[in-house]
């Protein structure tokens, strides 16, 4: 790590990687030496609670008495001036931002017989003073100052619309907090605040009237990065904002701004999970963290604390190798805090031959046995552990399309943003490796809760991995199958009982669905790969968590730019081919819906993909990307299409 990083307003500005296992190691610093005057930037993450009072006036009227918690997170920056007494006096502004979870951002709603309302934050920021005092690497402080929030208020009447007000509260905050320095420019802390907000009172369009107030408390944890500049004693140009300045612990980020659009297409019909047929444009954005410590010998924890903003196009359905892997199944129009990972890993080393594992996002830099036995349980995603593929297999970096950075009918367990709960055991040996592990499953299709009956409910996978030199050149099988016990409802009985009207919902119960993937990695020369993948499910019960594909092909090439003196760009070139059971073509052509597919009807074709792209290097760490994919008989109709996508990609990490 040798460049310098900044955050500023909740933006990564990346700096350039170097692996830790370069760096010589350092013992943790058991006593900092600190200095508390100056700039610092840092993130944090806690638990809000928040009450409100509500009146909806349409004349009729309606009230609410609300109370809202949830996980938080965000961002500050600040700076200290310590006196000689110990007396410290500074500044600083943080923004924070609400968990996905409706729970969390609801701060109010009523409902009468002419219409409802409902009422959510998107941020919170704040400007305080802090007064503290300082003792060696410890600080206590008490802080306030302003308080900002901005919300929406949304409205629908009976039988119309929804209208949308935005408004911006103001108020004022108050708390204190302790902060200890456990490394020469690094600090941790614990806080406390109260913010209270004047009242707010907006009038829709319709005429109805909504008044409400607000307050927040906030407990929260905090990692703050001092900075030095030039003509400070402990400014050293060649230190990189991410030097953790000990070997027990590493941070990484990474920022990835994703736009996505599409001209017009034709569609002698659209349903109500159809791409609309009219030229649109769409975006994302997520910001990322990845704080990774070992604990003791072999025990490790990881935390991925993110920050999700966005659309995918047409509210993420109508084709079910869908464009873009960072457009998940929930829309947000400002920044969203989510805990991705959370999870510990425990190795046991076996002794003999040693091998070194670089650092990354999701792995400490650490020298380990070849014969291993690694155990994993928290939360984090399926594919972390399963499917792994050098050449397709993030979206951050290559290929974008659903169906081929990942096998489209691998039902794997996720909630609305890919993310779930499990333990994992993998026994890795020089030529192969076996996995397993068990997941928690949604409750019901497309949801964000999971059903906790272990182990009668539940995902199961077992995937083996050989390793082979093919010409000289290193390549890879992975064979997974997997097994689903969950309520989900049949398409079969849902067809079978016209009374149900093809409401699915109705013939929900406890059923199993079981899979299979095929994953081929081979490298061609050292700098051309092949990837393919080949997948199937049953096709006899509903999508629980991924995609409505049953079977799938994809396959392609992954070729890097030392030809043409480019050496860190790459050239994607893939396709996939998705098809879906008899009993779901049945099930969409009677008018069926799934969760990313549904036009009202269907002239069944295997839905037929092309992506290709190019990654151009800005530098070690930025890359900007321009890709290009063909869907052609998107969700399987024959009647829509074909539909040109074009997209771009900002990624950078550290």
């Known amino acids: 790590m040798r460049t310098a990083a900044a955050v500023a307003t909740g933006v990564l500005v990346l700096p350039n990687p170097s692996l830790a296992a370069d760096l010589p190691l350092k013992a943790p610093a058991l006593r900092a030496v600190y ?80 219409s409802s309302a409902e009422e959510r934050w998107d941020y919170v920021a704040t400007l305080r003073a802090r007064l503290g005092y300082s003792t060696g690497a410890w600080l206590f402080y008490a802080t306030g100052g302003a308080a900002f929030a901005g919300e929406r208020f949304l409205s629908t009447p009976t039988g119309g619309n929804e209208d949308k007000v935005l408004n911006t509260r103001f108020g004022w905050v108050a708390g204190a907090g302790v902060e200890y320095a456990f490394a020469p420019h690094w ?12 009242n707010a009172n907006v009038t829709f369009p319709t005429g109805a009237q909504y008044s409400s107030s607000m307050d927040f408390q906030s407990l929260r944890i905090g990692l703050n990065r001092k900075i030095d500049w030039p003509g400070v004693p402990s400014y050293d140009p060649k230190s990189s904002l991410a030097n953790t300045e000990s070997d027990r612990w590493e941070i990484h980020g990474q920022g990835t701004y994703l736009p996505q659009g599409y001209p017009s297409f034709p569609a002698r019909y659209s349903g109500a999970n159809s791409l609309s047929p009219s030229a649109q444009a769409k975006a994302t954005w997520s910001n990322s963290l990845f704080l990774n410590a070992r604990l ?13 903003q966005g ?16 457009a998940q199944k929930s829309n947000f129009p400002y920044p969203h805090y989510n805990t991705s990972r959370l999870f510990l890993r425990q190795t046991f080393g076996f002794g003999g031959e040693q091998e070194e594992l670089a650092s990354g996002q999701l792995q400490l830099a650490e020298k380990v046995d070849v014969s291993r036995l690694t155990l994993q349980a928290g939360k984090f995603a399926v594919t972390d552990v399963f499917d792994g593929n050098a050449y397709a297999k993030d979206t951050r970096k290559d290929f974008m399309n659903w169906s081929i950075w990942a096998p489209g009918a ?13 333990v994992t055991a993998e026994l890795n040996q020089k030529q192969w490796a076996v996995r397993g592990g068990y997941f928690l499953m949604v409750a019901e299709s497309n949801s964000n809760h999971f059903d906790t009956r272990v182990p009668e409910r539940g995902q199961y996978v077992v995937e ?37 009207n093809l409401d699915i919902t109705q013939t929900r119960r406890g059923r199993i669905k079981v899979g299979y993937v095929v994953n081929l990695e081979q490298a061609i020369t050292d700098d051309v790969g092949l990837f393919g993948r080949w997948s199937w499910n049953d096709g006899k019960t509903e999508t629980l968590a991924f995609t409505d594909i049953n079977s799938s ?102």
């Open 35 to 114: 200095d508390w005057t100056g700039l610092y930037i840092g993130a944090h993450t806690g638990f809000t609670r928040g009450t409100s009072s509500a009146t909806l006036t349409d004349p009729t009227v309606a009230t609410d008495k609300n109370v809202f918690t949830g996980a938080t997170g965000g961002v500050q920056a600040g700076y200290n001036w310590r006196l000689n007494s110990g007396l410290l006096l500074g500044v600083e502004g943080d923004i924070s931002f609400p968990n996905y979870l409706p729970s969390n951002h609801v701060v109010s709603s009523a409902t009468t017989a002419l």
């Open 296 to 308: 003791w010998e072999g025990g490790e924890v990881y935390y991925n604390p993110e920050l999700l």
């Open 410 to 422: 691998f039902d794997y367990s996720a909630d609305k943003v890919g993310l779930t709960y499990g």
């Open 553 to 654: 092909l994809s396959a392609g090439l992954s070729i890097k730019g030392a030809k043409w003196g480019r050496p860190d760009d790459v050239i994607g070139i893939g396709g996939a081919v998705n098809a879906i059971s008899q009993d779901y073509r049945d099930f969409l052509a009677a008018g069926g819906l799934g969760v990313l597919v549904g036009d009202g009807a269907l002239n069944y074709r295997k839905e037929r993909i092309l992506e290709t792209y190019y990654a151009y290097a800005l530098n070690k760490n930025l890359t900007l990307t321009a890709d290009y994919q063909l869907i052609v008989n998107p969700a399987y109709n024959a009647d829509r299409g074909p539909v040109s996508v074009i997209s771009g990609r900002l990624h950078g990490e550290f």
């Open 464 to 500: 083996l991995e050989t390793r082979y030199s093919l010409f000289s050149q290193p390549g890879k099988i992975r064979t997974m199958g997997w097994v689903d016990s969950a309520n989900m409802g049949s398409f079969r009985e849902t067809l079978d009982n016209p009374a149900l």
């Open 311 to 326: 659309f995918g196009l047409n509210d993420t359905v109508g084709a079910a190798g869908f464009p873009s892997g960072e």
């Open 187 to 198: 600090s941790a802390r614990l806080e406390y605040l109260y913010s209270k907000f004047e």
